[in-house]
């Protein structure tokens, strides 16, 4: 049963994702889970969302990077998040989900712990990342959302690798 309701989940965002527009006032968000935080990235980047499937490792990659997946033909590198972040690898799990951006006019899958929900929120209830989370590490926080029962960490996708580590990134779907 929790398999069709994270299924039937899968296909609204994916169907959100389809529908989003942009809209001055509210951000539309989707929002996922990596370790004990909450994340979310602006929807409009997110192209779709794929259940786990076979990721082929290319050697010499860079440590974040899993592997490639063929995505209906299109070679795609896969960046395990809880690497990037620092966090230990996750066991296996049913919710473990691969959402498919645009980063750098180059499209990147990226693994989540679980994927939670499509949000629109407000852009004033959206403050800068504090001071003292933000640092060279920690460029790619765009600001905290708050919402009435938790926080929601904003993602700059743009900023989450510098241009050195997408090059590496574009190198391993390359020599795939």
């Keep these: 049963m929790a ?17 989003a527009s942009a809209d001055s006032e509210l951000l539309q968000l989707v929002s996922f889970e990596v370790g004990d935080e ?9 192209q779709e969302i794929n259940r786990m499937m076979q990721i082929t490792r290319v050697p010499q990659s860079p440590p974040f990077v899993e ?3 063929n995505l209906r033909g299109k070679i795609i590198p896969v ?3 809880r690497k990037r972040f620092g966090l230990a690898k996750l ?4 919710n473990v989900r691969i959402i498919v951006v645009e980063i750098a006019s180059r499209v990147i899958g990226f693994t989540v712990d679980s994927v939670n929900e499509v949000l629109r929120i407000n852009a004033n209830i959206v403050e800068p990342a504090p001071a003292m989370v933000s640092g060279q590490d920690t460029d790619y926080v765009q600001g905290v959302g708050k919402l009435d029962d938790r926080l929601l960490i904003l993602l700059n996708l743009e900023k989450l690798f510098t241009s050195d580590e997408i090059a590496e990134i574009e190198q391993t779907s390359n020599a795939a």
């Design 38 to 46: 909450e994340y979310a990235v602006p929807i409009l980047s997110v």
């Design 67 to 69: 592997g490639v997946i």
């Design 91 to 94: 066991e296996n799990s049913d």
């Design 79 to 81: 960046i395990d998040l």
């Design 3 to 19: 398999t069709e309701t994270q299924a039937q989940t899968t296909e609204d965002i994916n169907d959100a994702i389809t529908q």
